[in-house]
């Protein structure tokens, strides 16, 4: 349905995950016996989730860690970790920026040259661990260090930007052609961000392995109030999934829809999977653990951009494990912790024993959905009233 905003202008309403709920079934299940495992290409994972490839998160320790405790951590190869050969300083100084020079002195910290020779360095640490590789590079620098990455024994590849399209205009340069590369690539290809069924359908039709859909729902991203564009994640991840089905019946192939961002507690989580994902990308949430290389501290891959940041250095605080954060046992009732156990637990209380069956769940639109009830809660910030 599409509603008129001005004459000769329409638009469709699109939703965030606060305006959506999940819906009962007729059925519950026992959590032990709800299987929340994903599968991508070759690769079986305990948790259906993705660590953004963001430096306040993702250090080649914590993609071991987050490896062993059955997700998957995209090291970001255009960061402080390819850019400084020990950037432990460089994180210090970050953090204890004060807030209005922080994004000019991180723009000043990420001119610093990517160094080659240390992409496959921090690939082998990754692999060392006995885990997943996984690592991204923007279209622009893919071509030049694709061969690095290769070489070095990188598992999973993400192409990654604010928007990715399959095809990209320009009259200064040669565009990354994505079905030409994917094609001729030895690796599997994660492709992304979209936000709309149309694009993600066209890099579907790229080969890619699956497609991260989110613009600007980033705890630290301002593209939607700098560049006015994006799609609430409801509503996005949705159109994704019915590209998704479409794909499907044109070539037989199955691409994933991996949610990018919005998502702070398992319910997020639970809506993005309600939703039609088959995992998600979570950043922030991460970066409140202990091990998280940013300190209490996130900022996105666009904050440092040199001629327009689209994101900012938040504090997050540190306040748990990444064993904790992500699997429990939480301490904590905001939902905040033990993300994929509250997920498990929706699946289960929704009747739901695989994230196959979890995308078909049904969904009321209920704006009221975390207010309804909670006066005490929110007069006290406690609880759901934070």
Not at 27 to 38: A, C, H, N, Q
Request: glycine residues 12%.
């Amino acid at each position: 349905m599409e509603f008129e905003i001005g004459i000769g202008k329409t638009a469709r309403r699109a939703y965030g995950f606060d305006e959506v709920a999940i819906v009962p079934s007729r059925r519950t299940r026992d959590p032990d016996d709800v299987d929340i495992s994903w599968e991508v290409d070759a690769y079986r994972f305990g948790l259906p989730m993705m660590a953004s490839a963001m430096d306040a998160g993702v250090s080649p320790q914590t993609a071991i860690l987050i490896g062993q405790l059955g997700g998957l951590a995209c090291l970001n190869l255009e960061g402080l970790w390819t850019r400084y050969e020990d950037p432990e300083s460089i994180y210090e100084e970050i953090v204890g920026l004060s807030d209005d020079k922080a994004t000019r002195r991180m723009q000043e910290l990420y001119k610093e040259p990517v160094k080659p020779e240390l992409l496959g360095r921090r690939i082998e640490e990754i692999k060392a661990g006995g885990v997943v590789s996984c690592a991204s590079l923007t279209p622009q620098r893919v071509e030049r260090f694709a061969p690095i990455v290769l070489e070095a024994g990188l598992d999973i590849l993400v192409i990654q930007g604010t928007v990715v399209s399959a095809e990209h205009v320009s009259t200064q340069t040669e565009p990354l052609n994505l079905k030409e590369f994917i094609a001729g690539f030895d690796l599997p290809v994660i492709v992304g961000g979209c936000a709309s069924y149309s694009t993600a359908l066209h890099l579907m039709r790229t080969g890619a392995v699956g497609v991260l859909v989110g613009v600007g729902p980033g705890n630290a991203c301002t593209t939607r109030g700098v560049l006015g564009v994006g799609v609430p994640q409801a509503t996005a991840i949705a159109d994704a999934a019915a590209a998704r089905r479409e794909h499907l019946h044109e070539t037989g192939r199955y691409c994933h829809v991996i949610a990018d961002g919005g998502m702070r507690t398992g319910g997020d989580i639970a809506k993005a999977i309600a939703c039609g994902a088959d995992a998600v990308m979570i950043g922030s949430p991460l970066t409140r653990a202990y091990e998280a290389p940013g300190r209490g501290y996130h900022w996105g891959m666009a904050t440092f951009h040199p001629t327009l940041p689209r994101g900012a250095r938040v504090k997050t605080q540190q306040v748990a494990s990444m064993e904790e954060i992500l699997v429990g046992p939480a301490h904590e009732n905001d939902g905040t912790f033990n993300l994929f156990g509250a997920l498990a637990t929706s699946m289960a209380t929704t009747g739901y024993a695989t994230i196959k069956e979890f995308q078909k769940a049904e969904l009321v639109i209920a704006p009221s959905i975390k207010t309804e009830g909670k006066t005490y809660q929110a007069a006290q910030r406690v609880g759901m009233g934070h």
